[in-house]
């Protein structure tokens, strides 16, 4: 079971579909986040009992940039909302991986931005990161987002810090360069695991 994590336009999105192609099976953990919001969950009523009526748009659906506006640079508030969602996302995902442990999946991947700062990482048993310099992530972030230079910084600099995730990390993946330069890295990394796997076999 592999944790991929990295900050917001680090390429972790790139690096599940490589990890895919090469045979993974992969959670992505914010798709569950979207999934639980969804109206007449008990995540949606009990979001909106704390943050009130003002959070719902049109079909009574959670519109996740007001809710954003009431957390956001508010640590208290963000605390009431990760303490609702994250206990949610996690109980998700360990019924999916222990579904696929039964059905003999060997390689299970789970991408998520928040794995360490939720302790998601005592689902996995190790933790792959993707990084990339921080001009790099910027450009990325305000060209896929359609973001200014200061949104997309402040974006990034509201999550955990590489240097701090880098702590966490067995596998470290820079996804600067080529598209190609960065396959080859994961293919390395998963020729590498592949090898460990055997081993634990034996």
């Known amino acids: 079971r592999i944790g991929l994590t990295g900050g917001i336009g680090t390429g972790k999105s790139n690096l599940c579909k490589e990890l895919k192609c090469l045979g993974a099976q992969v959670i992505d953990a914010d798709a569950i986040g979207h999934r639980i919001y969804r109206p007449e969950t008990p995540i949606h ?17 959670i519109d996740r940039r007001i809710l954003g506006s009431k957390v956001f640079g508010k640590p208290d508030e963000m605390k009431k909302l990760t303490d609702i969602v994250w206990p949610a996302i996690s109980k998700e995902v360990h019924n999916q991986l222990e579904d696929w442990k039964s059905q003999g999946i060997r390689v299970a991947v789970v991408e998520a931005a928040v794995l360490i700062e939720a302790k998601w990482t005592n689902l996995v048993h190790e933790v792959w990161m993707s990084t990339t310099p921080e001009e790099v992530a910027i450009e990325r972030v305000m060209k896929r987002n359609q973001l200014s230079r200061d949104e997309a910084l402040r974006r990034i600099r509201t ?3 590489s240097e701090e995730r880098v702590r966490h990390a067995n596998v470290i993946i820079d996804t600067d360069g080529p598209f190609e330069q960065t396959r080859e890295r994961v293919q390395r990394e998963w020729e590498k695991l592949t090898e460990r796997l055997k081993k634990e076999i034996v």
């Open 45 to 61: 009523r009990e979001i909106v009992q704390t943050f009130g009526q003002e959070v719902l748009g049109e079909g009574s659906i």
């Open 159 to 161: 999550q955990m810090s």
